[in-house]
């Protein structure tokens, strides 16, 4: 497996969903960035009949390839992740979910809009 260095996270838009066993989930959508750190956090994806809903995958334990990032959740539970409508915003509350979902460290955000999260 040729792992590469990232330069641009956002150069990996497009690039093809892994499980951890390499089944393909889908194709990355956008990356959201936690707002007071500008660290990449999540990987949102086109999921549903005709592909009109994001979800959201957490990029913490992530490998990166050439031409595929293979996360560290199963098909399994990114397919019950919450989702959002594909032109909707992930609010306040929803973020706060998607960490729980995941079991991930939460912190309120200390921005005035609530959100934590940003697409960049």
């Given amino acids: 497996m040729a792992l590469v260095e990232i330069e641009n996270i956002r ?5 093809s969903v892994l499980d951890p066993a390499g089944e393909y989930l889908s194709k990355v959508e956008d990356f959201y960035f936690d707002s007071e ?3 990449p ?3 949102s994806m086109k999921v549903g009949m005709l592909g009109r809903r994001l979800t959201f995958v957490p ?3 992530a490998v990166f390839g050439r031409d595929y990032i293979k996360i560290s959740h199963t098909k399994e539970k990114v397919k019950d992740a919450p989702t959002i409508e594909h032109d909707g915003e992930l609010s306040a509350e929803q973020e706060a979910g ?3 979902y995941y079991a991930l460290d939460y912190t309120p955000p200390s921005t ?4 934590r999260l940003a697409r960049h």
């Fill in 11 to 15: 150069d990996w838009r497009g690039q």
């Fill in 37 to 39: 750190t500008d660290e």
């Fill in 41 to 43: 956090l999540f990987a």
């Fill in 59 to 61: 990029l913490k334990g």
């Fill in 98 to 100: 998607l960490h729980r």
């Fill in 112 to 115: 005035q809009s609530g959100r």
